[in-house]
T-cell receptor, first 111, second 115 residues
Framework: AQRVTQPEKLLSVFKGAPVELKCNYS??????LFWYVQYSRQRLQLLLR??SRESIKGFTADLNKGETSFHLKKPFAQEEDSAMYYC?????????????FGQGTILTVHP | DTGVSQNPRHKITKRGQNVTFRCDPI?????LYWYRQTLGQGPEFLTY????????KSRLLSDRFSAERPKGSFSTLEIQRTEQGDSAMYLC?????????????FGSGTRLTVV
């Protein structure tokens, strides 16, 4: 079974401070991991995916298979980063394409 | 094509009534997913389609729930004999077959309130 854990429901930082949103997963296969973001009054949207190894809006995330983690990081937070962030795990096999989401972390960046 | 469209945006219904939601995916996306989200929780998988075929259903999807995707285009999710526990945001998403690399494109959701 797939499981995604985001241990922090709320995370507050000041503008310019580093931020790390934690995500741990449980999956016996080869994982595909994503971060989705939901800004206020907007729909859920893809932020980044581990397979692309990209940086979006200054955010990066590295898949650590040994620790089964996929933490989201940004060295200098901005006020516009305030949003709900969800970590999601993609399944393989017959469920290919299905995503399992964590409970989400609300990030607040104070001025 | 303006993305994934869901209707209605809000629905208030009395307990015991039936409701139906519609999702129009991105036209070239052949996979369509339904998720449910309750307050303080992440989206939970309900079911998904590849073209018109329903490939998987979650245990969350009781026999009161039914989803269809005729002709592999839009999809409907019907809830019969609604209960207060059905109150949630129902999200639809679409993607291309064979990869999760592109991720999903989500709709804005339909918020159901059962009174």
């Amino acid at each position: 079974a797939q499981r995604v854990t985001q241990p922090e429901k709320l995370l507050s930082v000041f503008k310019g401070a580093p931020v790390e949103l934690k995500c741990n997963y449980s999956y016996s296969g080869s994982p595909e991991l994503f971060w989705y973001v939901q800004y206020s009054r907007q729909r859920l949207q893809l932020l980044l995916r581990h397979i692309s190894r990209e940086s979006i809006k200054g955010f990066t995330a590295d898949l650590n298979k040994g620790e089964t983690s996929f933490h989201l990081k940004k060295p200098f937070a901005q006020e516009e980063d305030s949003a709900m962030y969800y970590c999601a795990l993609g399944a393989g096999g017959t469920s290919y394409g299905k995503l399992t989401f964590g409970q989400g972390t609300i990030l607040t960046v104070h001025p | 094509d303006t993305g994934v469209s869901q209707n209605p945006r809000h629905k208030i219904t009395k307990r015991g009534q039936n409701v139906t939601f519609r999702c129009d995916p991105i036209s070239e996306h052949n996979r369509l997913y339904w998720y449910r989200q309750t307050l303080g929780q992440g989206p939970e998988f309900l079911t998904y389609f590849q073209n018109e075929a329903q490939l998987e259903k979650s245990r969350l999807l009781s026999d009161r729930f039914s989803a269809e995707r005729p002709k592999g285009s839009f999809s409907t999710l019907e809830i019969q004999r609604t209960e207060q526990g059905d109150s949630a945001m129902y999200l639809c998403a679409s993607s291309l077959t064979g990869t999760t690399e592109g991720g999903y494109t989500f709709g804005s959701g339909t918020r159901l309130t059962v009174v």
